[in-house]
T-cell receptor
Framework: DAGITQSPRHKVTETGTPVTLRCHQT?????MYWYRQDPGHGLRLIHY???????DKGEVSDGYSVSRSKTEDFLLTLESATSSQTSVYFC?????????????FGQGTRLTVV | AQSVTQLGSHVSVSEGALVLLRCNYS??????LFWYVQYPNQGLQLLLKYTSAATLVKGINGFEAEFKKSETSFHLTKPSAHMSDAAEYFC??????????FGTGTRLTIIP
């Protein structure tokens, strides 16, 4: 299995509080991604990174920010959590952005905003 | 707009029967295509991928998929379903923009 660790695995937080999810990899892959998974929507890309301090928005980036200060860590922050951000969040990594490159996924973080 | 569509959010088949999960894409240029499987409370695992080398792609656990450009499809099949195949399956496409676009998923149930 690819070395990807997401933390925490489960979190319950209150509306309006900031939340940070962490993705840590030991594969030295260049690309890292944050997705959210919701019933009926599949996985939707929030943000991704193509290198240290290089990030870009995905299709559902509103209300989220990311940071990547080291190759191995990619942080997702909800500045002020809302109930609509209750979801399962997955981190993924890939060696390159080339079209035939497989993405490897973490185990997911289940976030509940009450 | 570039997109991936999976027909049928839930599919049920009897053990030993053929599994057919449908995936279509919308794009002027054929993308690279992937099938992922997700078991309960786990992340996604790659089943197989199409990278233009061959239209019939074989993956793990006896699954295969055929790319048909004329139909813009990449359907996933397995000749004989096993109880362990029960999971959610996602079709995804790389349209050349450094990220994967996923379909909405198909939950496969196996009937004993």
């Amino acid at each position: 299995d690819a070395g990807i660790t997401q933390s925490p695995r489960h979190k319950v937080t209150e509306t309006g509080t900031p939340v940070t999810l962490r993705c840590h990899q030991t594969e030295n892959h260049r690309y890292m991604y944050w997705y959210r998974q919701d019933p009926g929507h599949g996985l939707r890309l929030i943000h991704y990174s193509y290198g240290v301090k290089d990030t870009d928005k995905g299709e559902v980036s509103d209300g989220y920010s990311v940071s990547r200060s080291k190759t191995e860590d990619f942080l997702l922050t909800l500045e002020s959590a809302t109930s609509s951000q209750t979801s399962v969040y997955f981190c993924a990594i890939s060696e390159s952005g080339q079209r035939n490159t497989e993405a490897f996924f973490g185990q997911g973080t289940r976030l509940t905003v009450v | 707009a570039q997109s991936v569509t999976q027909l049928g959010s839930h599919v049920s088949v009897s053990e030993g029967a053929l599994v057919l999960l449908r995936c279509n894409y919308s794009s002027s240029v054929p993308p690279y295509l992937f099938w992922y499987v997700q078991y309960p409370n786990q992340g996604l695992q790659l089943l197989l991928k199409y990278t233009s080398a061959a239209t019939l792609v074989k993956g793990i656990n006896g699954f295969e998929a055929e790319f048909k450009k004329s139909e813009t499809s990449f359907h996933l099949t397995k000749p004989s379903a096993h109880m362990s195949d029960a999971a959610e399956y996602f079709c995804a496409a790389d349209f050349g923009n450094e990220k994967l676009t996923f379909g909405t998923g198909t939950r496969l149930t196996i009937i004993p």
